[in-house]
């Protein structure tokens, strides 16, 4: 069974199938914040739809993490740091991207278990 949450007529923001959620690049709503704000409110859209699919933090398995400018690498992992389950960390990749909208400076992609 295929389950998807926050459908558009683009894209569905997380999809469950096969026990496994599948969460789409999530980005913050104000481009105008400083990565440290970016990142606080990408998160909480994460944790956000980890709930509402059933899951949480300690089910990640897989963050891909995008920043327009890898020179904020280390101002994201302060607020990254604090945030992820440290019993459990997932796998995880950063690059540096050229993101949709010039204003984002952060966005991430995350697998999950349910």
């Avoid at 926050?6 to 999530?26: F, I, N």
């Avoid at 949480?56 to 604090?82: H, P, Q, R």
Wanted: proline share 4%; with cysteine; net charge neutral.
């Amino acid at each position: 069974m295929i389950k998807r949450y926050k459908t558009g007529p683009r894209m569905s923001q997380a999809v469950a199938a096969g026990g496994t959620l599948y969460l789409a690049g999530q980005v913050a709503d104000d481009g105008r914040g400083s990565i440290e704000a970016q990142t606080r409110e990408v998160l909480a859209k994460v944790d956000a739809l980890l709930a509402e699919a059933g899951s949480e933090k300690a089910k990640i398995v897989a963050v891909n993490v995008f920043l327009s400018n890898i020179a904020d690498f280390a101002a994201m992992n302060t607020v990254y740091d604090a945030w992820v389950d440290r019993a459990n960390p997932p796998a995880r990749a950063c690059i540096e991207a050229r993101l949709a909208d010039p204003d984002l400076r952060v966005e991430m992609t995350v697998v999950a278990m349910l």
